[in-house]
């Protein structure tokens, strides 16, 4: 059975002959309820501190599995957006060094062509400089026919010469192949 400050109060006693002081009882008794009063107003007040704790450790807890469970996240968010700048950088990586190569594929087929370009305009340069060099020799022929007094071959006419033609037709085809190409 539980007392209460209050059965501690209305408990009364037998009184009998040569018995305890009464006074003494009832002033011993109203000490224990005060004591009493006092330990039941610590216990429920333990009580309430207990229950505010417990739901304070409850929310810490809580709060705890929240960190812990963000921390997971932000650590999957971190090895994810590595692994996707990663994967990112090999696509660059990849598309640099495919461009690279287009380009120096390029240069080489650019450089082949202007090396044709090249033997092919020297080729025209030592052909106009061969005709060139059977024009003027003709040409001093018949210079040195006309400063001999030797009479020419043929007559001269103011109608120019064959290779005064092919001269002036080799000029012409050199400029229309300058105007044509750019470089």
């Known amino acids: 059975m539980k007392l209460t400050p209050l059965d501690i109060r ?4 037998k009184k009998v002959m040569r018995g305890y002081d009464t006074v003494e009882v009832d002033t011993f008794l109203e000490m224990l309820v005060g004591e009493f009063e006092s330990v039941l107003k610590e216990q429920k007040d333990s009580r309430e501190r ?3 704790l417990e ?5 810490y807890r809580q709060i705890e599995k929240t960190l812990q469970q963000t921390l997971l996240q932000a650590q999957e968010a971190t090895g994810k957006t590595y692994e996707t ?10 598309e640099a060094e495919g461009r690279a190569a287009g380009i120096i594929e390029q240069a080489n087929s650019d450089l082949i ?13 030592e052909s106009v400089i061969g005709r060139l060099r059977v ?4 040409e001093l022929e018949v210079l040195k026919t ?4 030797e009479k020419p071959s043929h007559k001269p ?15 012409k085809s050199l400029d229309e192949e300058r105007s044509q190409k750019t470089y």
């Open 146 to 149: 006309f400063e001999g007094g």
């Open 113 to 125: 062509r202007l090396n044709g370009d090249l033997a092919q305009l020297q080729g025209r340069r």
């Open 50 to 52: 207990i229950v505010e």
């Open 135 to 138: 024009l003027l020799n003709s």
């Open 55 to 59: 739901t304070q450790l409850k929310d």
């Open 10 to 13: 209305k408990q009364e006693f």
């Open 85 to 94: 700048a990663r994967r990112e950088a090999e696509v660059i990586l990849r």
């Open 157 to 171: 006419s103011a109608s120019p010469t064959r290779e005064a033609l092919v001269f002036e037709d080799i000029l």
